[in-house]
Each structure stands twice: as structure tokens, then as C-alpha cells.
């Protein structure tokens, strides 16, 4: 007997995954998107989502949105399966595109409207209205949007700008969000990340797919990095930066031939100076420690170590990517 809708789509449980992807396959043809993709995120947190195009970060989404069916693995998003609980799963998600379409007829203060009202009426009692008119107001004034012109005359950023202040002026517990800053300025990208951090505090949990490593790094709890359909690395920016090296520049007397022989160190450079010898190197996690109090020994005049960034981490799994399209694979 199948079960009720309401025994499926879960309220949200701190200690369950709002999103529980395993083992996800789908292919285009003879294209494959995804390869076994697995992904949880956990009720409240921001999760980012990177990868190159065609990585298989769209593919995903759009099967958590229920607008794709998997060819394998299983899905659940909410507690329930998207693809036969797609109706009942909105009504407590937002979407954004990195690309927005809008009715070029209508203004942007109908399209929000409009695109709030899509959304169930009801959500924990029956008279909690989903779309909340004072948040969608204090939105566009944050936003600095003009909701009176029509969106024929909207640049790209603009349409961004409804379809954010669209989703963050509903009420709901998930926010799937696939590059939702396109096309914003610097200013503007800094007011989504208050919003998304008021959303949070609130109880609602973030998908983020996104290019803009350093949005990423402000604002997720963990990140998964996908490459040719297939999550390569996921954990908390702590976690995945224990699993590469550690930057080290300092100035010393003198040239600290000893660390050629270290193991766990690479790129070992050395230049002299007016006021000593600046040697650079890189460093394995396990070695961190030692390699720095070695250094500290050495009374240096400048000392600077450096985690790994997100730019780093992320690049560590496309090198080999990177150099078969510079051609720099051969020489290396």
C-alpha cells in the first residue's frame, strides 16, 4: 500500500538530510552525466555545489527538482522521491536558476507575486501564508529594484534580482540555488549573502551551485566538488584543506638547505635578499607542524603560512583537466 503524502514529505529532523542522493546515474544518449553521484546535505546547512559546465551539477538539480527522472541510483529530497512527489516537495523548496526568463508583459513586482503564489497557501497551519508581503518588500528595497517597469526592459542582473527576492520571500525549508548571483554586481552579491545567512538562521537549509569560489568559502558549511558526474571531495572547507598542502614563505638568515630532504615537502624555492634568504615551499598536513617549528628555529625576520584556498581545492582535482587544455600535459 502506497503511503500517504503526508507520511513522505517529512518535516525537517536536525539529524536527517534534507537532500540523500546515492548512487545517481543518468545519460543523454551516449552522454553520460552522471556516474554514481552521491550527496547528502544536512537539514540547516548551506552545502555548496562545484564543478566546471558539464560537470553534472545542473543534471543533479534538476532531478532534485523533479524535472528529470534518474536512470539509476535513488533521490530524496525532503524525505520523499522527486520525481513521484514533485508537487508536494515545491511546496516547501525555492528554486533559482543562473538564468533567469520572466513574462516580458508583466512588471517585476507581478513576476514575484506571481511566482509566490505558485507555491502552497499553507504550510504548518492553515492560516501561515507562504509568501510573506512585508519580506517581499524589505527585499526589493534591499535589492534596489525598480518593481514597476516591465521585465522586457529588466538587464540580466535585474531578472536575478526577482528571482531571488522570489525565493527568499516564501517560506521554505529548502533553497536550491544553481549560480543565483549571475549577473550582480559586487554590491548586490553582498546583500545575498546577508539574506542567505538570515535564511539560514531561520531554519532553512541551501543547496549553492555556484562559480564564485569566494561566495562559496563565505558562505557554506561544506562543499562537494563534482567532477565527470561523480562527487571527488565533500566535506567541511576544515576537512578538504587537511587533504592538501600548506603554503610557507619566510625570510631567514640563512638558506635552510636541510628542508630539500624533508619529506612532505614540494616546490622548494629559495631566493636571496637584502635581508637574508626567502625560501617558499609547500607542505603535507602531517608535516605542517614540524616543517614550521623547524623554520621558527631559523629566527626568521617574516614568517607567513597560508591554507590551501577553495580556488586551490578545487583545482587539485581539475589539473589533469587544466593540462590537456593548455597542453601542458606532455611536458609534465
Request: aromatic fraction near 4%.
Amino acid at each position: 500500500m502506497r503511503q500517504s503524502l503526508s507520511a513522505v514529505v517529512t518535516e525537517p529532523d536536525p539529524q536527517s538530510a534534507a537532500i540523500e542522493v546515492r548512487d545517481l546515474g543518468k545519460r543523454f544518449g551516449s552522454v553520460v552525466a552522471l556516474d554514481g553521484l552521491d550527496l547528502r546535505v544536512g537539514v540547516g546547512e548551506v552545502h555548496g555545489f562545484l564543478g566546471p559546465n558539464g560537470a553534472g551539477k545542473t543534471t543533479t538539480i534538476r532531478i532534485l527538482l523533479g524535472q528529470l527522472r534518474a536512470g539509476s541510483g535513488r533521490a530524496e529530497v525532503l524525505g520523499a522521491d522527486p520525481w513521484v512527489h514533485a508537487v508536494q516537495i515545491h511546496r516547501r523548496l525555492a528554486y533559482v536558476p543562473g538564468d533567469t526568463t520572466l513574462w516580458p508583459n508583466l512588471t517585476g513586482g507581478e513576476c514575484i507575486d506571481l511566482l509566490g503564489a505558485l507555491h502552497s497557501q499553507e504550510r504548518r497551519a492553515p492560516d501561515r501564508v507562504r509568501l510573506d508581503r512585508r519580506r517581499r518588500d524589505a527585499l526589493i528595497e534591499r535589492f534596489d529594484l525598480d518593481p514597476t517597469r516591465r521585465t522586457r526592459s529588466y538587464s540580466k542582473g535585474n531578472r536575478q534580482k526577482v528571482a531571488l527576492i522570489a525565493a527568499l520571500a516564501v517560506d521554505a525549508d529548502l533553497l536550491l540555488l544553481d549560480e543565483p548571483t549571475s549577473g550582480l554586481d559586487p554590491l548586490m552579491e553582498a546583500v545575498f549573502q546577508e539574506c542567505i545567512r538570515e535564511a539560514v538562521a531561520a531554519g532553512c537549509t541551501v543547496l549553492l551551485s555556484s562559480h564564485l569560489l569566494d561566495e562559496v568559502e563565505a558562505l557554506c558549511d561544506r562543499v562537494s566538488i563534482v567532477r565527470h558526474g561523480r562527487v571527488v571531495s565533500s566535506g567541511s572547507l576544515d576537512e578538504l584543506r587537511r587533504q592538501t598542502r600548506t603554503s610557507v614563505d619566510a625570510t631567514t638568515a640563512g638558506s635552510m638547505p636541510e628542508l630539500d630532504d624533508w619529506p612532505g615537502l614540494s616546490a622548494v624555492r629559495r631566493q636571496r635578499q637584502s635581508d637574508g634568504c626567502r625560501v617558499t615551499f609547500r607542505v603535507a598536513p602531517e608535516q605542517l607542524a614540524a616543517a614550521t617549528a623547524f623554520v621558527c628555529r631559523q629566527n626568521p625576520v617574516r614568517l607567513t603560512v597560508t591554507p590551501p584556498s577553495l580556488d586551490e581545492l578545487f583545482l587539485a582535482h581539475y589539473r589533469d583537466d587544466l593540462a590537456d587544455r593548455t597542453g601542458e600535459g606532455a611536458s609534465r
